[in-house]
């Protein structure tokens, strides 16, 4: 073999090896252009794996969510109701009260 035959067979071996690492380099570019589409097919997914619509009212349901002149119902350590001395966690306002007695005291 040559000089200029080895030389011609490196430019040759050189050529091929550019060429593979392009061919990755595509190949590359194209895996991550397909693992961001995917993840935007899920972040359109991912609204409907929430809750639709507003999750306020009622969850704790029978008790009103709040008491007008008292104010909106919250959890607080275990109480005696103010009216009526029966064990609550619901405070509307400054007041424990147990469901029935929120329930007397309902606006709405
Ligand atoms: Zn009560």
């Not at 619509?53 to 007008?68: K, L, M, Q, R, T």
């Not at 009526?84 to 147990?98: H, M």
Request: charged share 25%; net charge neutral.
């Amino acid at each position: 073999m040559s000089y200029l035959q080895l030389l011609k067979a490196l430019k040759k071996e050189n050529a091929e090896k550019e060429r593979i690492s392009k061919l990755i380099e595509e190949a590359e570019e194209v895996s991550k252009a397909t693992q961001g589409a995917e993840k935007a097919e899920k972040a359109e997914k991912a609204p409907f794996l929430k809750p639709t619509g507003a999750v306020s009212s009622c969850y704790a349901h029978p008790f009103p969510d709040a008491i007008e002149g008292l104010g909106r119902r919250h959890v607080e350590a275990l109480s005696s109701c103010a009216n009526c001395e029966t064990g609550t966690w619901s405070f509307y306002g400054p007041w424990p009260l147990c469901l029935r007695c929120a329930n007397l005291g309902r606006s709405g």
